[in-house]
């Protein structure tokens, strides 16, 4: 016999937030992340972090000598 789950429509007493301070760690949060959301064609370009970090640094590296040599 199969135990099927019971779902509570009421939190447990002892899920007492009353005393909670809502967002109370939300900036220190934010301030350590940085999220971006690729398209779906471009994760398969870039399939981990260190990938897209890479293509990046190479194009302000590609990007900063241009301007170097427009501005001298």
């Known amino acids: 016999m199969k135990k099927t789950k019971v779902r509570r429509t ?3 007493p002892e899920y007492n937030f009353q005393s909670g301070v809502r967002g109370k ?4 949060y934010t301030a350590g992340t ?3 959301v690729l398209s779906p064609d471009l994760t398969k370009a870039f399939p981990t972090s260190q990938s897209v970090n890479e293509a990046l640094r190479t194009l302000v590296r590609i990007g ?3 301007h170097k040599k427009v501005s001298a």
């Open 10 to 12: 009421e939190m447990l």
């Open 64 to 66: 900063s000598k241009r």
């Open 34 to 36: 940085n999220v971006v």
């Open 25 to 28: 760690y939300a900036k220190r």
